[in-house]
């Protein structure tokens, strides 16, 4: 083999090395834009869980607060007409 033939190879390998790098690179990048998006998501879903998790106690806490008002109109009513009728 004369000298140009093994620097004609040694530069396509070098080529292919270059074009299998640049593809790498490409890979990398497109990992880490995927990477940044499930951190965005997981920090959307935990958001998402913390406003989830008081939802059904105020349900709770306004059933009874509803109860409470009722029962007191209720008890006032009562002691109108009670009073009134003495």
């Known amino acids: 083999m004369s000298e140009a033939t093994v620097e ?7 080529a292919r090395i270059k ?3 640049t593809l ?6 497109e990992t880490r834009k995927f990477i940044a ?5 997981e920090a959307e879903q935990g958001k998402l869980n913390r406003d989830r998790f008081p939802a059904p106690w105020l349900a709770v806490i306004s059933g009874l607060t509803a109860g409470g008002a009722i ?3 209720g008890a006032a009513f009562f002691h109108y007409f009670l009073q009134s009728k003495t």
Do not use: G, M, S, W
């Not at 004609?8 to 070098?14: R, S, Y």
């Open 37 to 41: 998006e499930a951190r965005k998501l």
């Open 24 to 29: 790498i690179d490409l890979r990398f990048e």
């Open 8 to 14: 004609l190879e040694l530069q396509e390998q070098i």
């Open 71 to 73: 029962f007191a109109v």
């Open 19 to 21: 074009h299998t790098q």
